[in-house]
C-alpha cells in the first residue's frame, strides 16, 4: 500500500506552520486577545500563539499539524499536505513502519531559585495580590519561582500531599507564557482546603489570589481550585474528597466561554452529587483584571455579549 513520505524538514516546517492565517484561509475568524489569539471551536475556546495551540476545555495543545488533524478531521499526511501544499512529501509503494511510541515524560517539577524576589514583584506590582495572601501559599510550599526562567510556579498536591501538578506562568512583562508543567494531573491542580462548606473556583491561579486579596476576611477558612483551564476535573475531585463541602460558587471569566464553562460544570457538579452551584462572575473580564480596577489600574471589561449576572443575595465574606 502507497504511503506518504515526508522530510524532516517538510515535517518541521508544517508544524511550525501559522495557525491563524491557516483558519482565515479556511474562512475562520479569530479573536486578538493581548499577544495570543482565540478561536472558538466547535468545542470551546483554543489559544493559539504562532503555531502552537492550547484548548482550555480539554486541556490539550500543540502544534499546527495536530491542530488541522484534531479540528479539521485530517489524517497526518493530509494534515501535512493542507499546510504545505498538495506537492509536499513523496508518494512510497511498500510497507510502512509502525510509529514509534513515545514515552510520556515523568512528572518533573522546575529547580527552585533561591529568593522569590521576581514573583513577589510580579504578583504585587503588576497583579496587585495582597502581600500576606502571598506569604501563606509559599509559606505552605504551594508558590515558588523557578531558578532557570523565574516563573511562578503554583503547584498542586494530591491527597497524600505528593506534588503531582504545576501550573507556570511567566513573570516577565515581555511573555504571555502559561501553561501546565507536562504530565501533570489535573484533577490536583493549585487549590487550597479549607474547612467551611463553601468552595470557589476559578480558571487561573492569578484570579483565585486576586479574589482571596479582595475579600480576606476569614479567607482560609473556605476552600479553593484554580482549573489551570475550564475543565471540570480539579472542581469534581474538591468535592469527592472533602465531604465539607455544600456551596459551590463557580467564578469563571466573564466572557462566553466562562459562561459555556460555568454551565457544564454546573452539570457535573449535579450529577456528582447535591450541591447548591452559584455563579459569581466578575465585574470586568476577570478577577484580577477587577482588583486592578479597585487599585485604580487600567482594567479589560468583561465580553460585551456575555450574559453573566452576579446573584445579589450572597455573602462574600462569609
Known amino acids: 500500500m502507497p504511503y506518504i513520505n515526508f522530510t524532516e524538514q517538510e515535517k518541521a516546517s508544517a508544524n511550525a506552520s501559522s495557525i491563524v492565517e491557516y483558519l482565515t484561509a479556511h474562512g475562520e475568524s479569530v479573536e486578538k486577545v493581548g499577544r ?44 501535512v499536505r493542507s499546510l504545505l501544499g498538495s506537492n509536499a512529501g513523496e508518494e512510497v509503494i511498500g510497507e510502512r513502519m509502525p510509529p514509534k511510541i513515545k514515552p510520556k515524560k515523568p512528572f518533573e517539577l522546575p529547580e527552585k531559585h533561591p529568593d522569590m524576589r521576581r514573583v513577589y514583584g510580579y504578583l504585587m506590582h503588576e497583579r496587585m495580590i495582597d502581600r500576606q495572601v502571598i506569604n501563606r501559599f509559599v509559606a505552605d510550599g504551594l508558590i515558588y519561582e523557578d531558578a532557570k526562567y523565574h516563573n511562578a510556579v503554583f503547584i498542586g498536591n494530591d491527597r497524600n500531599g505528593k506534588t503531582v501538578h504545576a501550573h507556570k506562568r511567566a513573570t516577565s512583562a515581555k511573555s504571555d507564557f502559561k501553561g501546565n508543567l507536562e ?21 487561573a491561579p492569578i484570579d483565585m489570589l486576586a479574589y482571596i486579596s479582595m475579600h480576606k476576611k476569614g479567607w482560609d477558612s473556605h ?31 466573564n466572557d462566553n466561554a466562562g459562561q459555556i464553562g460555568c454551565e457544564r460544570i454546573s452539570k457535573a457538579i449535579h450529577e456528582l452529587g447535591e450541591y447548591s452551584v452559584w455563579r459569581v ?38
Not at 489559544?47 to 484548548?55: A, K, L, R, V, Y
Not at 502544534?63 to 488541522?68: H, I, P, Q, R, T
Request: hydrophobic residues 35%; glycine residues 6%.
Open 36 to 79: 495570543e489569539y482565540v478561536w472558538e471551536a466547535p468545542s470551546g475556546k483554543v489559544s493559539i500563539n504562532g503555531s502552537e495551540w492550547f484548548s482550555q476545555y480539554e486541556l490539550v495543545g500543540g502544534g499546527a499539524v495536530n491542530f488541522v488533524q484534531k479540528f479539521f478531521g485530517l489524517s497526518y499526511p493530509e494534515a
Open 183 to 203: 504530565s501533570s494531573i489535573a484533577e490536583y491542580s493549585f487549590h487550597f482546603d479549607g474547612s467551611s462548606e463553601y468552595l470557589f473556583v476559578f480558571e
Open 223 to 253: 476552600s479553593y481550585v484554580a482549573l489551570c483551564s475550564t475543565a471540570d476535573r480539579a472542581a469534581l475531585q474538591m468535592l469527592k474528597d472533602n465531604p465539607n463541602l455544600k456551596t459551590v460558587y463557580l467564578c469563571l471569566d
Open 281 to 318: 462572575p466578575p465585574q470586568n473580564k476577570d478577577w484580577d483584571e477587577d482588583l486592578k480596577a479597585l487599585n485604580g489600574r487600567e482594567a479589560i471589561p468583561a465580553e460585551q455579549n456575555s450574559t453573566a449576572e452576579t446573584p445579589t443575595n450572597i455573602d462574600l465574606t462569609m
